[in-house]
């Protein structure tokens, strides 16, 4: 099993930055490999949207459109981490931000491929 622990919302003026850390433990005696992580969103009232994943062998990335050339997602294999830094900020990127992990052969930004995913962190654009 694998625990994924989301940080880094909060709360911010559109045009601002915020940069999101996603922890991931493997909590049980048997090994797990990450294969990718991603970060999606979900609004009140909307449904759930992928933002961004990364494949951890090689770290290509992958964004949605709506974020691209704002959002940039990296990783530290060391730590175990992955991070979302967002910058200009707009009041539509409101939403629980959620951090998932696969270790399947592939996935997509709509969730499929996905095993384990984070309780969220809330990020909050004002205008």
């Known amino acids: 099993q694998v625990q994924l622990v989301e940080s880094g919302g909060g709360s911010v003026q559109a045009g601002g930055s915020l940069r999101l850390s996603c922890a991931a433990s493997?909590?049980?005696?048997?090994?797990?490999?990450?294969?990718?992580m991603g970060w999606f969103r979900q609004a009140p009232g909307k449904e759930r949207e992928g933002v961004a994943g990364?494949?951890?062998?090689?770290?290509?990335?992958l964004y949605a459109d709506s974020v691209k050339g704002r959002f940039t997602i990296s990783q530290d294999n060391a730590a175990n981490t992955v991070y979302l830094q967002m910058n200009s900020l707009k009041p539509e990127d409101t939403a629980m931000y959620y951090c998932?992990?696969?270790?399947?052969?592939?996935?997509?930004?709509?969730?499929?491929?996905?095993?384990?995913w984070g309780q969220g962190t809330q990020v909050t654009v004002s205008s």
């Open positions: 998932a992990a696969g270790r399947g052969s592939g996935f997509s930004m709509s969730g499929i491929g996905f095993d384990y």
């Open positions: 990364i494949w951890t062998r090689d770290s290509t990335p």
């Open positions: 493997v909590v049980s005696r048997y090994t797990y490999t990450i294969a990718y």
